[in-house]
């Protein structure tokens, strides 16, 4: 089973701009993959990952979405869903395996974030402290 999350704006895609974003928590020994990282018109794409431990590694994107919308598929099948607030969002996460997806949006921009080997609270703490001007 697949859970579908529509999103949909009244602001064109090219009028809305990306906050700056800043992680006010990493786990322990985590450090920013600047070769894997992306910054698009429309989509930022940020990785950190344990040096140590190639498999536990985080991905944080960031998608502009405007009135044609877009469409986000996530694998639930036998996966722990849970609906909690991000600074005052809807949040959606989805634990299956060693996979963490948690996604929410604000101000016509979906975020998405994606851990591997990490703990729920862990992934939580990071995505409760990303910060935005």
């Known amino acids: 089973e697949y859970t579908s999350i529509t999103y949909s704006s009244d ?5 809305a701009e990306f906050p700056e974003s800043t992680f006010g928590y990493i786990p ?15 989509m930022r794409i ?15 994107e960031e998608s502009i979405f405007s009135s044609g919308g877009s469409i986000s598929n996530i694998d639930t099948e036998n996966a722990v869903t849970d609906r909690f607030s991000i600074h005052g969002e809807e949040a ?5 395996d060693n996979t963490i997806i948690i996604t929410w949006t604000s101000n ?14 862990d992934a939580k703490q990071i995505v409760s402290n990303i910060h935005q001007k």
């Open 11 to 15: 602001t064109a895609a090219e009028d």
């Open 28 to 42: 322990e020994g985590m450090v920013r993959n600047e070769d894997e990282c992306m910054n698009h018109e429309f």
């Open 46 to 60: 940020t990785v950190y990952q344990s040096p140590n431990a190639e498999s536990t590694f985080t991905i944080y």
């Open 92 to 96: 959606f996460s989805s634990v299956k």
């Open 108 to 121: 016509d921009i979906a975020y998405t974030f994606v851990s591997y080997n990490l703990s729920l609270s």
